[in-house]
């Protein structure tokens, strides 16, 4: 497996991993407009974000084949807090421990390529699967904002969490 930069072609295949607009807001909460979203609105997106603060894009090959994406970022002037997110595995292999493995060859390479001390992320706790898969990995959560998002007639939890190893 390697953790390489995000390609706009990736766009393509990341998308179509998401079969409703509940798992795209799960994912993006209101980062885009519509649903479903164009590969340009994620590409577009992203090249706002490198210009606005360290931003890296990343994805997950194996054997040529993509199978996870996800972002890390410096979300303030310190740049050794790093705050991952958009954590997405193709939905064919999903419950497999892929989860997990992205999340750590993230981790490793936010502190060994990027020089992260601390490594924090936001997930709703209404998405169980990766609420749990943090958890598993090490993430602990340190507070919980009450009806962070409303999609639709449900209103979603956000948990802050925080790498602790």
């Not at 590969?39 to 997106?45: F, K």
């Not at 958009?86 to 497999?96: A, E, L, N, W, Y």
């Not at 493995?101 to 601390?118: D, H, P, T, V």
Request: charged residues 30%; hydrophobic residues 35%; glycine residues 6%.
């Amino acid at each position: 497996m390697e953790l390489r930069a995000y390609k706009e072609t990736d766009a393509e295949e990341i998308l179509n991993w998401i079969k409703n607009e509940r798992e795209f807001r799960l994912w993006s909460a209101d980062r885009y407009e519509k649903y479903p979203a164009l590969p340009a609105d994620i590409n577009s997106n992203y090249i706002e974000c490198q210009k606005a603060s360290k931003f890296y894009p990343l994805t997950l090959e194996e054997d040529g084949k993509i199978i996870g994406h996800l972002i890390l970022r410096n979300p303030k002037e310190d740049t050794s807090v790093i705050r991952m997110g958009f954590i997405i595995v193709d939905s064919t292999i999903r419950g497999k421990g892929y989860g997990k493995k992205i999340i750590e060859e993230a981790i490793n390479y936010a502190q060994e390529k990027l020089g992260a001390k601390e490594i924090n992320l936001g997930v709703f706790t209404s998405n169980e699967s990766a609420f749990n898969c943090y958890k598993a990995v090490g993430f602990k959560v340190v507070e919980v904002e009450q009806n962070a998002y409303k999609f639709y007639d449900e209103n979603w939890d956000c948990a802050e969490m925080i790498l602790e190893r």
